[in-house]
């Protein structure tokens, strides 16, 4: 009957960390306001915004960052994207069918805005074009390669940042962010190292980039571009990603069982 009642207490007496929060966002973003107006440059406030967002994301966060950068670049598309953020990125899973539909949409504003499918590996044979000309351009300039990817700063290079801080913010904003240098499945089946982990992704994540180069481009690039246009192309990536990944699956891992199953 102690033991619960000194329970009771500490519970009462847990300050609420949410209000605090809340209390000490609202002063620095006043703060960072007020250093903005005086410097005429809307980057403090911006990074202060971001900040709050990485550090405890909610909602209304989401919604102020949205509208901090419709400001800052004079357009409405980022507090459009934040609204539809907040409302469709609390999810930790989702069932295949709206993330295929919002896959899509993604697809089609890809072409409304650039003109172009959505790919993800150009931008780093874009960045490897880059280094090429800085270190060696003599060499870059006399391979043809290089002649189709320019070394030039482009979109597609965004594509790669927004990838990685869309995919971090959406982990931080649903709860489900975790920092494990070796997953479960790969404890079971491979053992704990993980430097062995870190030297198979990294030595596959060469295979794939080479590969991806080889076949004209990746997943996004080649299966999901190509698909949606019906070039036969993308179907024939389609089924063999599927074949070689059931096939990698058995031969790579423990396992002679395969089960597909819907979490809630």
Excluded at 11 to 33: E, G, Q, T, Y
Excluded at 126 to 136: E, K, R
Aim: hydrophobic content about 55%.
């Amino acid at each position: 009957m102690q033991l619960k009642k000194k329970l009771e207490v500490v519970v009462k007496d847990k300050p609420d960390v949410s209000k605090k929060f809340i209390a000490v966002s609202v002063i620095l973003l006043i703060a960072a306001a007020l250093i903005s107006f005086i410097l005429r440059q809307g980057w403090p406030l911006i990074v202060l915004v971001s900040l709050l967002l990485v550090g405890k994301p909610r909602w209304w966060s989401v919604i102020i960052l949205g509208f901090a950068y419709t400001v800052y670049v004079r357009s409405g598309w980022p507090l459009v994207a934040s609204v539809f953020f907040a409302i469709l990125g609390k999810p930790r899973k989702w069932w295949p069918i709206p993330a295929g539909i919002a896959f899509a949409l993604v697809e089609v504003l890809s072409f409304y805005l650039s003109e172009r499918p959505l790919g993800i590996t150009r931008g780093t044979t874009v960045m490897g074009s880059i280094a090429t000309a800085i270190i060696a351009p003599k060499h870059a300039s006399g391979v043809s390669y290089w002649g189709i990817y320019e070394p030039y700063i482009d979109w597609t290079m965004a594509v790669l940042l927004g990838t990685t801080l869309g995919s971090f913010l959406s982990a931080r904003y649903s709860g489900d962010f975790k920092i494990k240098a070796v997953p479960e499945l790969w404890k079971q089946s491979r053992g704990k190292s993980v430097f062995n982990r870190w030297l198979w992704v990294f030595l596959a994540g060469i295979l794939m980039g080479f590969a991806a180069r080889i076949g004209g481009g990746c997943i996004s690039g080649v299966l999901i571009s190509g698909a949606i246009q019906l070039a036969p192309s993308g179907f024939i990536f389609m089924f063999s990603v599927w074949i070689g990944g059931v096939l990698s699956t058995f031969l790579f891992y423990r396992s002679r069982t395969i089960v597909v199953r819907r979490e809630d």
